[in-house]
């Protein structure tokens, strides 16, 4: 292999990304589904988000050397096939679907740099050893259909494919409708515009997953950096804790002979918090997303509350003193319900050492860092070697109309992903236009 020359090639690749053109094709992708008050509503499955797919994937379906799919999970992959048509691809990209009202960049990104690289590739007529994909992960969100991560799960573990089938959204649409119509909209759009077809099978080999995301928090912007290239997605536990009481009068009910369940659950919740608070652990995240309470009447005691609880944090002993903390501070009568368990996930050390190396011959002011949410990264870690590189956000905001970063550290980021992937798919005597590196 030769070092230099790899080298070379990577860097003149990231001099091709183009920040104009990223900036274009992320624009138009936030239309598909833009809200005029500000933001995008595009959920998984929705018609906005197919639409988008199609849109983001016409550009290339019918360039020489390129080929669309989808799969049994309703996951979109663009291929820029490579000189061996056996070897294992490397995968880049992310999702395209939205919180019922989000920002534009978060998925988004990691999709248009994929695609943007291979722009640059086909400006310079480099041709890879290896294919290279874009992929558009179905449901990472979660908000239409729950649990999030339903694509990358279901391309890396194929049985759970069958789990997630009749889940239904609040319309009671099951995924499995949603996701029949997603395939035939794709198929049938891609048979009458005479796209390049290729079958994309649940499980298949990847060589190597490089995602691409906006930070979703304020380090990297506090700190003045371009990039951040990912060591590992922290350990999250979802909770759900039902807490129950007996309703009554609220105004000839004494307090001493109430079983108020609003009142208990609160005094839980606040030692949740006060623990958070007091522990003096920076890294640790915990948060009350859901508050319900029956009757839910003004003038009636409570007699059933259920409220969630999200821990995050590195270390599993971090977690389970969250947990220690919930259990003595259970009412009687309540339960807890686990709804997730995620431990952390380590990214693979070469790529991360990879991405940290890019940075470095690119000149980029970077550092290495944990991430706090869920990528769809998290399920590819644990079937093939994997990374993430972050860009900064504005203020930290995401999930929000807000969401922001300036395009030049889009485009920073998209050029070490550039780096990143062609020294993955190795550089190749150039077969299509331009002049061969």
Not at 85 to 102: E, I, K, N, R, Y
Not at 182 to 210: C, I, K
Not at 361 to 372: D, E, I, Y
């Amino acid at each position: 292999m030769n070092l230099n020359r790899f080298d070379a090639a990577a860097g003149a690749l990231a001099q091709a990304v183009q920040a104009q053109r990223l900036a274009q094709r992320l624009h138009g992708l936030a239309r598909h589904g833009g809200v005029p008050t500000g933001g995008v509503a595009r959920q998984a499955l929705t018609h906005e988000e197919l639409a988008a797919r199609r849109w983001l994937a016409q550009d290339f379906a019918a360039r020489p050397g390129y080929r669309v799919g989808i799969d049994a999970a309703a996951n979109v992959y663009v291929r820029r096939c490579g000189v061996d048509a056996g070897a294992a691809p490397v995968m880049t990209g992310s999702h395209v679907d939205t919180q019922p009202l989000g920002g534009w960049l978060d998925g988004a990104f990691g999709v248009v740099a994929g695609l943007e690289v291979f722009d640059a590739l086909d400006r310079l007529g480099v041709a890879t050893r290896r294919p290279l994909d874009v992929v558009m992960w179905t449901n990472e969100e979660g908000s239409r259909f729950a649990p999030g991560l339903m694509g990358a799960v279901s391309f890396t573990a194929p049985q759970r494919l069958a789990d997630f089938l009749p889940v239904a959204d609040s319309a009671g649409v099951a995924f499995e409708t949603a996701r029949d119509q997603a395939v035939t909209d794709f198929e049938t759009h891609a048979q009458r515009h005479g796209w390049s077809w290729m079958d994309r099978p649940l499980g298949a080999p990847v060589h190597a997953y490089v995602e691409a995301h906006i930070e979703q928090g304020p380090v990297l912007e506090a700190q003045g950096l371009q990039v951040g290239c990912v060591t590992a997605i922290q350990g999250v536990r979802w909770y759900r804790v039902s807490v129950p009481g007996r309703s009554a009068h609220a105004g000839t009910t004494p307090l001493a002979n109430r079983d108020d369940a609003q009142a208990k659950a609160i005094a839980m919740a606040h030692a949740v918090l006060g623990h958070a608070r007091d522990c003096g652990d920076e890294r640790l995240r915990v948060t009350i997303g859901r508050w319900e309470c029956l009757p839910g009447s003004i003038n009636t005691i409570a007699d059933h509350v259920s409220f969630t609880v999200d821990a995050r944090h590195p270390d599993a002993e971090a977690l389970d003193a969250i947990r220690a903390v919930m259990d003595a501070a259970l009412p009687d009568g309540a339960r807890i319900e686990v709804l997730q368990d995620k431990p952390t996930v380590q990214f693979a050390p070469d790529l991360v050492a990879l991405a940290t190396a890019g940075c470095e011959a690119l000149g980029m002011r970077h550092r290495q860092m944990l991430s706090g949410a869920f990528h769809d990264a998290m399920p590819m870690a644990g079937f093939c070697p994997t990374a993430m590189l972050f860009a900064p956000s504005i203020a930290g905001v995401s999930h929000h109309p807000a969401e922001d970063t300036p395009i030049e550290d889009l485009a920073a980021c998209t050029q070490v992903l550039a780096w990143c992937l062609l020294k993955l798919a190795e550089p190749a005597p150039a077969v299509g236009p331009g002049q061969p590196i």
